[in-house]
């Protein structure tokens, strides 16, 4: 159990959705649930976007700000985004650990997000993730007239 003090036993049924990892793969995310962790994963994206691609017109880009992950998809040529994609600080560090159960815990967040979303049709792979993983973002719609909130539960 991820961020508790010890292990314990689980008698429940496992659920489909669920990841088999060896116990080293475990101990090691356990370990690296540290300030220090997150940090060495975010320090190098921090504070600045970030691109991932560009895929049929659309820049896709993402940034990290007080332990929250902001995904932007902007029209080439527009100032501002037409979506953007906002994961809170614990559905982040959800997305951060089964990326890091992915790919590993040795490469940085950037190098991490392009294997996993970079390319094409990038936000379809990232909602695909976190459906698969049921991590929770939330969309911000955007038009001239409105900006709409929408929820996006797995």
Known sequence: MFNTVQWQRYDGEIPKSCVRITRTLAERLEDNG???????HTCDCYDARYLLGVDSGYIHTFALENGNIFFFV???GQDEAVY?????????KRLLVQLCIEYGVEIGLL?????????????SRLL??????QVEC???VYSQSERQECDLIW
Do not use: P, Q
């Open 111 to 123: 190098d991490m997000l392009k294997r996993a979303f970079g390319g094409v049709n990038i936000i």
């Open 34 to 40: 540290s300030a220090a962790f997150w940090m060495r």
């Open 84 to 92: 953007t994609y906002w994961f809170d600080e614990m559905n982040a």
């Open 128 to 133: 695909s993730f976190c459906n698969k993983n």
């Open 74 to 76: 902007e029209k080439e």
């Open 138 to 140: 939330k969309s911000l």
